[in-house]
């Protein structure tokens, strides 16, 4: 989630305590590594989690007649290959009293795609950080860092900028921007319900999960109907729509479902860490510091070390710690919302198609009880050097409310026949 800066960064800036990042930036960091391979369950999880009904990635007869004659992995499951989903590189440094959220993400593909057995190695290096004024928490530090994928052929899969959001704690309850009631909306008067349960969330009726079923069908369709075609760059236009893509209601199942097809969620499943600073160090608050990530206390009691139930994760799936962090309810994963967004142009561009580059921008959170409304369109087409054929697609992600989830621009390379 981005906060929209109101002002630019002014003496107040001062406030929040960013003195110790500088001597970080364009340092490189310990690489992260997971213990076991890419395996083929740990795809069909994957896409399971992110809602990708794509059978080219869980089904092996129709992976058989593919282009690749087997199931491989989307291009979205890069980001389970690390340690961290991104947030390292871009969370160095003590910030005192504040915690996380992510803010964007930036991709580069370079082409080679991971497969069953395949092991990657994640370089990360701080990138840069700057501070404004937000709405949501007043002084606000947006950080990136760099993550760089390579397979064990010494093939680069991908680069990744992730953008994280710190901010202070108590600021942001402060500010209370969601309202008492958890609204992300903007009284648009397409909610699930005219009033929200006692938990804040929105109230679907029968009729109403019915029909959201039903236009889950158009994204479906478009998959199956395109099959092992190609996607001709000739045969696209400016202004064509994809098909709409709904995702959700959002609950705390499906956030925990998302969370476990992480494989570093998974007790010793790390060889290289995310980080060797803990949580405390980088400056969250002692209620959210706790343990995860610390390969230490992870072989003498590995709940402890667990982002679902302590540590600064844990405001996703517990409700009481998603208000401590400034947020109403239980909330998703910025790097889910990242997956959802690829995911969702790589479906439209098929398998002879490729995803060259990627930028999101993360302006809103899913929110436990609401769905997500991903549309986009072709705006540019374009030959460059090598002759690479790109379409250019803008994706809006929106909940039932029209509040603005994310924004993104896709760059499609598409086979020229």
């Given at each position: 989630?981005t906060p929209e800066?109101?002002?630019?960064?002014?003496?107040?800036?001062a406030t929040?305590?960013v003195?110790?990042?500088d001597?970080?930036?364009?340092v490189?960091?310990?690489p992260?590594?997971l213990?076991?391979?890419?395996?083929l369950?740990?795809i069909r999880?994957?896409?399971?989690?992110m809602h990708y009904?794509?059978?080219l990635?869980?089904?092996?007869?129709?992976a058989?007649?593919?282009?690749?004659?087997?199931?491989?992995?989307p291009l979205?499951f890069t980001?389970?290959c690390?340690?961290?989903?991104?947030?390292?590189?871009a969370?160095?440094g003590?910030?005192p009293?504040?915690?996380?959220?992510?803010?964007g993400?930036?991709?580069?593909?370079f082409?080679?795609r991971i497969?069953?057995?395949?092991?990657l190695v994640?370089h990360?290096m701080?990138?840069?950080?700057?501070?404004?004024?937000t709405k949501?928490a007043?002084?606000t530090?947006?950080q990136?860092g760099?993550?760089l994928?390579?397979?064990?052929r010494g093939?680069?899969?991908?680069?990744?900028?992730?953008?994280s959001i710190r901010?202070?704690?108590?600021q942001?309850?402060?500010?209370?921007?969601?309202?008492s009631?958890?609204?992300?909306g903007t009284?648009?008067?397409?909610?699930?319900?005219e009033a929200?349960a006692a938990?804040?969330?929105?109230?679907?009726?029968?009729?109403q999960l019915?029909e959201l079923?039903?236009?889950?069908?158009?994204?479906?369709?478009?998959?199956?109907?395109?099959?092992h075609?190609?996607?001709?760059?000739a045969?696209?236009?400016e202004g064509?729509?994809l098909a709409?893509?709904?995702?959700?209601p959002?609950?705390?199942?499906?956030?925990?479902t998302?969370w476990?097809?992480?494989?570093m969620?998974?007790?010793?499943a790390t060889a290289?860490?995310?980080t060797?600073?803990?949580a405390?160090e980088l400056?969250?608050t002692?209620e959210m510091?706790g343990?995860?990530?610390d390969?230490?206390?992870?072989r003498?009691?590995?709940?402890l070390t667990?982002g679902?139930y302590?540590g600064?994760?844990?405001g996703?799936l517990?409700?009481?710690w998603?208000r401590?962090?400034?947020?109403?309810?239980g909330?998703?994963?910025g790097?889910?919302?990242?997956?959802?967004?690829?995911?969702?142009v790589?479906a439209?561009?098929?398998?002879?198609?490729?995803?060259?580059?990627?930028?999101?921008?993360?302006?809103?959170?899913a929110?436990t009880?609401?769905?997500?409304?991903l549309t986009?369109q072709v705006v540019?087409k374009?030959v460059?050097r090598?002759?690479q054929h790109l379409?250019?697609v803008k994706?809006?992600m929106?909940n039932q409310?029209?509040?603005?989830?994310?924004?993104?621009t896709?760059e499609?390379?598409?086979p020229?026949e």
């Amino acid at each position: 989630m981005t906060p929209e800066p109101t002002t630019e960064p002014t003496a107040d800036d001062a406030t929040l305590d960013v003195s110790d990042l500088d001597r970080h930036m364009g340092v490189p960091m310990r690489p992260g590594e997971l213990k076991e391979p890419v395996a083929l369950n740990d795809i069909r999880r994957w896409v399971q989690a992110m809602h990708y009904p794509n059978p080219l990635h869980y089904d092996e007869r129709w992976a058989a007649e593919s282009r690749w004659g087997e199931i491989l992995a989307p291009l979205s499951f890069t980001v389970a290959c690390d340690t961290s989903h991104g947030a390292s590189p871009a969370q160095v440094g003590r910030i005192p009293g504040s915690h996380l959220i992510f803010g964007g993400d930036e991709w580069w593909f370079f082409g080679p795609r991971i497969r069953p057995g395949d092991s990657l190695v994640c370089h990360r290096m701080p990138y840069d950080y700057t501070v404004a004024d937000t709405k949501f928490a007043g002084p606000t530090c947006f950080q990136r860092g760099d993550t760089l994928y390579i397979n064990q052929r010494g093939e680069r899969i991908a680069l990744q900028r992730s953008t994280s959001i710190r901010y202070r704690v108590k600021q942001a309850k402060e500010k209370d921007l969601f309202g008492s009631e958890g609204s992300s909306g903007t009284g648009s008067g397409r909610s699930a319900s005219e009033a929200p349960a006692a938990s804040g969330e929105p109230e679907w009726t029968d009729e109403q999960l019915a029909e959201l079923e039903a236009r889950k069908l158009a994204f479906i369709e478009q998959i199956q109907s395109l099959g092992h075609d190609k996607r001709l760059f000739a045969s696209v236009e400016e202004g064509d729509l994809l098909a709409e893509h709904v995702i959700g209601p959002h609950s705390l199942a499906s956030f925990a479902t998302e969370w476990r097809a992480y494989p570093m969620t998974i007790w010793g499943a790390t060889a290289k860490g995310p980080t060797t600073v803990s949580a405390e160090e980088l400056g969250y608050t002692k209620e959210m510091a706790g343990y995860e990530g610390d390969r230490r206390m992870e072989r003498l009691n590995p709940e402890l070390t667990d982002g679902a139930y302590y540590g600064p994760s844990r405001g996703h799936l517990q409700p009481r710690w998603a208000r401590h962090v400034g947020m109403p309810r239980g909330y998703g994963y910025g790097a889910s919302m990242g997956a959802w967004i690829l995911d969702y142009v790589a479906a439209w561009g098929g398998e002879w198609a490729t995803i060259a580059h990627s930028k999101a921008s993360y302006r809103n959170p899913a929110l436990t009880g609401d769905a997500t409304i991903l549309t986009g369109q072709v705006v540019e087409k374009r030959v460059e050097r090598r002759r690479q054929h790109l379409a250019v697609v803008k994706v809006d992600m929106r909940n039932q409310d029209d509040a603005v989830m994310a924004t993104a621009t896709v760059e499609v390379e598409l086979p020229a026949e």
